[in-house]
């Protein structure tokens, strides 16, 4: 079997750690292997593949021989280098913001459009969508596909992973201010208290009085799967280490009873249904942690509509929201373009 060079951008973040653990897993064909960080972590050392590296810094690093480059180093830098990169023949999957709603970019999750990978030869970047849209779109997909999804509602429930190592520490350490007399917790990653709280607030608000967070959820899943889907989505923040939970309410044209929907999900690629809720089978946060799978509980019609679903959707959002999506997106990559 072909052989490849990878380099990690972002290789000492949450992310950038996850993609190395998923790579290692799941045996992807590393030949060689660079780790990509800011000049304050490189000579820093990172496990991998039984080995130590060397991390290495990114503002000196050439490009030239790199095959692959999964990038997690926040958008400002992905702007500036994910070009270099593929400039110089390194194919970008890249789990920034930053290209996501580039139209010559393919925004790409591998269960819904693996199609659109064949677009990188335009930039020789592949854009990864944001972590709570993934799941959705992998539980929303095969039911688009049975009876065509009309319209979204989706609210969220985030993780404090999704901000960084820095907010989930933020987390710990203000639940430990709580039961502390007279300590005074931090508050730094989020606009208001996190611990023992709900924040619903994800990113900057827009003029139209969402998020720039919700209406990544929006513009991301028309692009994905169907401009003509109408979503709505409230994005809030929740004192909860890792994982994104969603409810998700579904209109369609056609006709699904939640048997169907039963049925369709649990045949469907990357999704997991576990839905028998009073014997305790649905999944939380917790129980998706560490795993790969999109799961998918308390599947029910929503009376209040003429076809109606409603659906708990739950996945690691460092796993499948970034590192997992990007790595099956590299994957496709070899097998089908870069042989």
């Known amino acids: 079997m072909r052989k490849y060079n990878v380099c990690v951008v972002g290789a000492t973040g949450n992310v950038g750690r996850e993609m190395l653990r998923i790579l290692e897993e799941r045996q992807f064909p590393v030949n060689e292997v660079h780790l990509l960080a800011s000049s304050r972590s490189a000579g820093s050392r990172v496990a991998f593949m039984g080995k130590e590296v060397v991390v290495e810094d990114l503002a ?32 970008v999957v890249d789990n920034t913001s930053f290209f996501r709603m580039d139209p010559e970019i393919p925004l790409v999750v591998p269960e819904v459009n693996p199609e659109a990978i ?11 969508p ?3 849209t ?26 404090t992973s999704g901000a960084g190592k820095e907010a989930m520490d933020e987390l710990y350490e203000q639940t430990k201010a709580f039961y502390t007399p ?11 208290g996190i611990a023992f709280n709900l924040i619903p607030q994800i990113d900057v608000f827009l003029e139209n009085g969402y998020t720039k967070e919700e209406m990544k959820m929006v513009n991301e899943t028309k692009k994905i799967m169907d401009p003509s889907i109408r979503l709505t989505a409230t994005t809030v923040r929740v004192p909860v280490f890792n994982s994104h939970s969603e409810v998700v309410n579904i209109e369609t044209e056609r006709k699904l009873t939640a048997a169907q929907a039963r049925e369709i999900l649990s045949k469907a690629p990357g999704v997991v249904v576990v839905d028998d809720p009073a014997n305790g089978g649905y999944i939380t946060p917790k129980e998706a942690s560490g ?25 690691d959002n460092l796993r499948k929201g970034a590192a997992l ?15």
């Open 118 to 128: 064949a677009q990188y030869t335009k930039r020789g970047i592949i854009s990864n």
């Open 182 to 192: 007279g300590s005074t917790p931090p508050m730094k990653k989020f606009p208001k």
């Open 130 to 132: 944001n972590c709570s």
């Open 60 to 91: 000196t690093f050439d490009f030239k021989g790199m095959e692959i480059g999964l990038f997690s180093p926040g958008a400002s830098v992905s702007k500036v280098y994910a070009p270099k990169a593929a400039e110089a023949g390194c194919v």
């Open 325 to 339: 999506n990007a790595v099956q997106i590299a994957e496709v990559l070899i097998r089908d373009y870069l042989k």
């Open 291 to 315: 795993q790969d799978g999109t799961f998918v509980s308390r599947i029910r019609e929503d009376d209040s509509v003429e076809n109606g679903l409603n659906l708990w959707v739950v996945s």
């Open 134 to 159: 993934i799941q959705m779109v992998v539980a929303l997909k095969p039911l688009h596909d049975a009876a065509r999804i009309k319209r979204v509602v989706v609210s969220t429930y985030q993780a």
